[in-house]
């Protein structure tokens, strides 16, 4: 079966500008995560979606992050406006079932940010 | 906080050799762990995972160690080949209330096979 598919693959742009990212869960799968990986990290959760609904977006800077899955299958993530520190890689996961508790999460290659 | 974590951030091994790779949870309500293996510009790659009612659980090549009365948890990988090598990270989760589906990671560990 096809993986999660991501893109852009890489992104540069300037502080205060904004982005996009998309992400393609593999087919069939009712949850989607967004993750957060600075370098020499480990991903950091910002938003899972069951379907259309957001299930946790605790982890998610609202003033400038938001994420929508109108749809329940593909998923758009945006920054608005961009700071320094959202350099980083966003993975995109998908999982079958309930989530992490039932059926492990499988990710994309990821979209590489770097903010000037 | 809840935190995962791994006690040695590098390991250098011998193709051929045994590895082990170790991680330490606090969590004590965590019920599902993941190994993750991460090559350079690539996303995680599901290894193997293991549920809280078991303590042992092998796949190709690979076992997971779960020692629920330290909270510990290890990945042994067999006969390790310069392909192995790359990072590689634990997950926890608690399956139930609020944390339903949340994966916390540890920081990762290096692991590097000279042939």
């Known amino acids: 079966e096809a993986g999660v598919a991501q893109s852009p693959r890489y992104k540069i742009i300037e502080k205060r500008q904004s982005v996009a990212f998309w992400c393609n869960p593999i087919?069939?799968?009712?949850?989607l995560y967004w993750y957060q990986q600075i370098l020499g990290q480990g991903p950091k959760l910002l938003i899972q979606?069951?379907?259309?609904?957001?299930?946790?977006d605790s982890q998610l800077p609202k003033d400038r992050f938001s994420a929508e899955r109108l749809k329940g299958v593909d998923s758009t993530l945006k920054i608005q406006p961009a700071k320094l520190e959202d350099s980083a890689v966003y993975l995109c996961a998908s999982s079958s079932g309930q989530g992490a508790g039932n059926q492990p999460q499988h990710f994309g290659d990821g979209t590489r940010l770097s903010i000037l | 906080g809840e935190s995962v974590g791994l006690h040695l951030p590098t390991l250098s091994v011998q193709e051929g050799d045994n590895s082990i790779i170790n991680c330490a949870y606090s969590n004590s309500a965590s019920d599902y762990f993941i190994w993750y293996k991460q090559e350079s510009g690539k996303g995680p790659q599901f290894i193997i995972d293991i549920r809280s009612n078991m303590d042992k659980r092998q796949g190709q090549r690979v076992t997971v160690l779960l020692n629920k009365t330290v909270k510990h948890l290890s990945l042994q990988i067999a006969a390790t080949q310069p392909g192995d090598s790359a990072v590689y990270f634990c997950a926890e989760n608690r399956s139930g209330g609020t944390s339903y589906g949340k994966l916390t990671f540890g920081q990762g560990t290096i692991l590097t096979v000279h042939p």
């Open positions: 979606f069951q379907n259309n609904g957001v299930v946790d």
């Open positions: 087919s069939g799968h009712a949850t």
